[in-house]
Structures are given as C-alpha cells and as structure tokens.
C-alpha cells in the first residue's frame, strides 16, 4: 500500500515545491540575517535529500511517499522557525507530531526488516509496539537535551540562539507529541511501511549473498 493516496508524480511534485519552500525560508532567514532559521533551514534542505542518497548509495529503494514524508516534516519546522512557533500555538505540536512519526517509521522499517531476514531474532508484534514508542521517546528526549545544550552554550558565548526551549512545560508536551506520533504508526502506519520493509529485507539478503 502507498504511503500516500497519491500518484507517484504528484508525490514528487510536492516534494520538491516543499523544498522551495524551505529555500525560501532560508532566504528569509539570510535576508533578515537570523542565524537559527538559516542553520535550521539549511539543515532542513540537507534532510530532504538524504532518501535520494539513501537510494544512490544503498540501493534500498525508499519511494516517493517517504521522501514526502519527511520533506513535509522539516519543511513544517522551518516555516516553524519563521515565527509560526509564537503565532500559532499548536505548530511546535504538530511539527513533533510529524518529526517523532518519521523516526517511529524508521525505527520499525528497520527492525522489521532484521526480523523477516534472520531467525536468530525474533521480534512479535506487541514488542514492536513498544520498541517503536520507546525508539521514538528517546530520541525526543536527545532532542530536548540538544535542545537545552545548544541554548546554554549560545547564551554562554553571546550568540544568537539556533535552537528554542521554552520551559519545562514546552518539554514535556513535546514529548507528549512525539508519543503521538510514534502511536499513529504503530496503529496506522505500519503497512503502508511494508515496501520499504521488503526493500531493506532484500539489501540485507544481497548483502548475506555475497
């Protein structure tokens, strides 16, 4: 099943009118000379290309769908960046929403895979459940220490902040979202995942070849 109930076309299409929109954002943020929407930005562009590489270099073939997947998310965070954080309160949630469902997909695609290609593991499905939910907190929780490192050691130097953490209430409903995010996949997302499964089964079964 596609990950999106969209033509492969029109996937690629909105993909790439999303990455304007995140070079855009960058111009806006050298225009007004904001250093944290510029590197987030910048970051964000870099992203969008990574299920390219992924293609080029691995041969695990990703599709359409999940390039769009995760250009949606860092183009949501770096309009985010913009100003829409402040100007909309429920933008930072629907951004860790998105962002912390990218991570639970890659976190189950990838054990999934190790699954159906070796015996010598053998992971069921409630397990999956919960490594999908426990992957995806953790990696919020890093975000959040990143998060406050960064704002620290700007503060300390002077410098602009490049990334924002409000207060500890702003963390933890965060984390909160990025529970949500791990849950919509677990419950809904797991077979439209299963191309990208039985690509990453199909690396790892040329790589066993050889």
């Known amino acids: ?5 969209l ?3 029109r996937q690629r299409r909105l993909s790439r009118g999303l990455q304007l929109v995140i070079a855009g954002a960058l111009v806006v943020g050298v225009a ?9 930005a910048a970051m964000a562009l870099a992203v969008t290309f990574l299920p390219a590489l992924l293609e080029r270099d691995t041969d695990i073939s990703l599709g359409a769908g999940v390039t769009l997947w995760v250009t949606l998310a860092v183009s949501l965070h770096s309009l985010g960046m913009l100003g829409l954080y402040t100007a909309i309160p429920w933008w930072d949630s629907l951004t ?9 997909g890659v976190g189950y695609a990838t054990v999934r895979a190790i699954d159906e290609h070796t015996r010598v593991v053998y992971f069921p499905p409630p397990f999956l459940s919960v490594f999908v939910l426990v992957v ?8 959040e ?6 704002r620290g050691v700007t503060d300390l130097l002077g410098l602009q902040a490049v990334l924002v953490q409000y207060s500890l209430e702003d963390t933890l409903t965060d ?5 949500v995010g791990a849950a919509l996949v677990a419950l809904f997302g797991t077979h439209r995942l299963s191309a990208t499964v039985d690509s990453l089964v199909g690396r790892l079964e040329q790589r066993r070849g050889r």
């Open 1 to 5: 099943m596609a990950l999106f109930p």
């Open 136 to 143: 995806t907190l953790a990696f919020g929780v890093f975000w």
């Open 32 to 40: 007004r000379r904001n250093l944290s929407v510029v590197v987030n």
């Open 145 to 150: 220490v990143l998060e406050f490192s960064v």
């Open 7 to 9: 033509s492969v076309r």
């Open 175 to 179: 984390l909160v979202f990025d529970a």
């Open 96 to 104: 860790h929403t998105l962002s912390a469902s990218v991570v639970a």
